[in-house]
């Protein structure tokens, strides 16, 4: 079985680009076609002859049209066996249906308005379509369905050489239909499932991209994305450069991540998905020039992430160094111009406004999941637990810290001062380590600095270390068993150190 020729059509969409020039096409190749609703009003203001569903089945729309294309009449077209079935279609009036061109309502469209309330969001399921494109697609053998507006050229450039669809075509047309209504049923599913805070989840991804490479040239990988969310590094807008690879991917997801987390001018530099310099200021230009002031050695080859619009005083500064990603919510004309110098630079508008609430990682087996790390701390959260109180400038300081402290991976030790990072000891498998690490990067800006530490303290040795330095000031959660011989040890070298209760590990 090969070639099926299209002689009649159904048409029923909720997203209509496209669909009058393909209704258009159909009529040149005196295809009948039967419509619904909108669809069928939009092609009567065309003048394009149609049958409405009504005079097929002999029923009126129901319901407030939730019934409408639910009868025998369309559904025997469609799932009818020619071979088998032909007899029995004759006695019951159906005419068989060779072409079903349906999409649904905008159900995720339509949950994306947090105002929306649950009577409203349930009207947006559709029930309808996914019936009669589920029908025609396990009935491809006769039927060639289409749900998306991309293959409307392919169903004409079929029609214009063949009259109809080719096996293959409607298979492949079919497998896409499969694929879909799963996805739109497991984003109805997720959607009651949060209603009611159930432990279940079904995950949809959709091919993003091919990726050169994993994390090492050995290595295959793959972009995947979540239908449902169309916001994230993989939806940002790439004016610039060669394809993100894995690593970039995840080292841009580091920085943005972490620059979303003020509202002044802020900028972030990522190094192996770790921030090795962050400063907000009064202007995006100081922002900066004050985060790669922090660690230059390190921000080469690393990421950029602004919160601001990226100016040409910025990007000719930027085209200075070498860089991977720049990421900022805008670019000027002028800024496009100077890196497009720099043909292998990597340019990605991304709004920092988007907000996703839950985080995973795939482990053998399985998937973890969690809130991401939401929490911000105010200056009534600190608990001065020493002697000596840190003044108002570092109280600032500390709460700058915090926020940058979250994106480190642990053990994480963060010294900052002036509301940018001077030093920073990530990812050690000792507390020890991470102090020494951070003092080192600090070196001779660590004056008149404080030190934030993502979890207690064990000991009191780390405090005799970091008194050596010019270190004021500590933010830390506490919780040890030995938080008085630290405190102890704080007071003794006139430091000052406050409590969070808070811990912000990152693993």
Known sequence: MTTIPIKRALLSVSDKAGII????????????????????????????????????????????GRVKTLHPK?????????????????????????????????????????????DEAVEYIDIGGPTMVRAAAKNFAWVSVVIDSVDYADVIHALHHQQGLTFDARKKLAQKVFAMTAAYDAMINNYFLEQDDEQEI???????????????????????????????????????????????????????????????????????????????????????????????????????????????????????????VIIAPEFSQEALAIFAAKP??????????????????????????????????????????????????????????????KHIKSNGILIAKNNRTVGIG???VSRIDAVDLAVRKAADNIAGSILASDAFFPFRDNIDRVA??????????????RDEEVIAACNEHKIAMVFTGKRCFRH
């Open 426 to 428: 990530a990812g050690q």
């Open 21 to 64: 020039e393909l209704a258009s096409k159909l009529i040149e190749f005196n295809v009948e076609i039967i419509s619904t609703g909108g669809t069928s009003k939009l092609l009567q203001q065309a003048n394009i002859p149609h049958r409405q569903i009504e005079e097929v089945t002999g029923m009126t729309e129901m319901l407030d």
């Open 468 to 481: 050596k330095t010019d270190i004021r000031a500590i933010i830390q959660p506490g919780g040890s068993v």
């Open 74 to 118: 369309i559904h025997g077209g469609i799932l009818g066996r020619r071979d088998v079935h032909a007899k029995e279609a004759v006695v019951h009036h159906i005419d068989w249906i060779d072409l079903v061109v349906v999409n649904f309502y905008p159900f995720a469209d339509a949950i994306k308005n947090k105002k929306m309330d649950w």
């Open 344 to 405: 292998n630079l990597r340019v990605l508008q991304l709004s920092s406004e988007s907000k996703d609430d839950w985080e995973m990682k795939f482990i053998t087996g399985g998937v973890l999941m969690q809130e991401k790390d939401r929490q911000i701390i105010s200056a009534n959260d600190l608990q001065v637990v020493t002697v000596l109180s840190p003044d108002q400038h570092e109280v600032d300081t500390m709460l700058f810290s915090w926020r940058v402290l």
């Open 202 to 324: 079904h995950l949809q991804l959709k091919k993003h991209s091919e990726l050169r490479y994993g994390e090492n040239p050995h290595q295959k990988a793959r972009a995947y994305q979540l239908p449902a969310i169309q916001s994230g590094i993989l939806a940002a807008q790439q004016h610039q450069g060669k394809p993100l690879s894995y690593n970039n991917i995840l080292d841009a997801e580091a920085a943005f991540t972490c620059v979303r987390e003020f509202t002044s001018p802020a900028c972030v530099i990522v190094k192996h998905a770790n921030p090795c310099g962050v400063a907000v200021a009064q202007h995006i230009e100081e922002a900066f020039e004050y985060a790669l002031s922090a660690d230059r050695v390190s921000a080469f080859g690393g990421i950029i992430a602004l919160n601001r619009s990226c100016t040409a005083t910025l990007a000719e500064i930027i085209a200075q160094i070498f860089v991977e």
